[in-house]
């Protein structure tokens, strides 16, 4: 069965400072991983999704990098806004759709 | 476009009736649905999977008898929960996977609270 961790579960830093959120999952057999925003009492956002044959994709001040071999993903978001406030979730698809959720990340970006 | 709606966002309901979430999606078609729960600082938890004209997929643990899924039309997917009990309370999220491109395109969620 799909495991996926996220590490930190929460995260609070000053306005400005780069955000390293990261996410791990036990079996490497996925289709793609997809990083979602969560603001409190809503659902979900896409922000990036990384098919396996790729190893980063770029948004705007979003960048995601996986390395599907160990189980990794980072998700960095540049000079971080209080607008960045937030819980992110990466999720992993294998081949039969059913997403696996990591518990989410808790970012807060104080002004 | 790929929007998906959920209706109602917020529901209270008294413990022992039945309440029922509806999912659309607006601008495509989805023959298959997903239904999440999820738990305050909680991950999703996939409830079930809704295929159109078929019966749904239930994940293991979840009771297909208290959680009624219907799956009538390409746009529309519904969810009832039964005999409602107050730990049946939770934030419920749908997702419509769109035929075009296979990707899963999420609802706003629906808050049930049962008292």
């Known amino acids: 069965k799909q495991e996926v961790t996220q590490i930190p579960a929460a995260l609070s830093v000053p306005e400005g400072e780069n955000l390293v959120l990261n996410c791990s999952f036990t079996?490497?057999?996925?289709?793609?991983l997809q990083w979602f925003r969560q603001d409190p009492g809503k659902g979900l956002t896409s922000l990036l999704l990384i098919q396996s044959s790729q190893r980063e994709q770029t948004s705007g001040r979003l960048n995601a990098s996986l390395d599907k071999s160990s189980g990794r993903s980072t998700l960095y978001i540049a000079a971080s806004q209080p607008g960045d406030s937030a819980t992110y979730l990466c999720a992993v698809r294998p081949d039969d759709y059913k997403l696996s959720f990591g518990a989410g990340t808790t970012v807060t970006v104080r002004a | 476009g790929a929007v998906v709606s959920q209706h109602p966002s917020r529901v209270i309901c008294k413990s022992g009736t039945s309440v029922k979430i509806e999912c659309r999606s607006l601008d495509f078609q989805a023959t298959t649905m997903f239904w999440y729960r999820q738990f305050p600082k909680q991950s999703l938890m996939l409830m079930a999977t809704?295929?159109?004209?078929?019966?749904?997929?239930?994940e293991q643990g979840v009771e297909k008898d208290k959680f009624l899924i219907n799956h009538a039309s390409l746009t529309l997917s519904t969810l009832t929960v039964t005999s409602a009990h107050p730990e049946d309370s939770s934030f419920y999220i749908c997702?419509?996977?769109?035929?075009?491109?296979?990707?899963?395109?999420f609802g706003p969620g629906t808050r049930l609270t049962v008292t």
């Open positions: 079996d490497s057999a996925i289709y793609n």
């Open positions: 809704s295929n159109e004209g078929s019966k749904a997929t239930y």
């Open positions: 997702s419509a996977k769109r035929t075009a491109n296979y990707e899963q395109y």
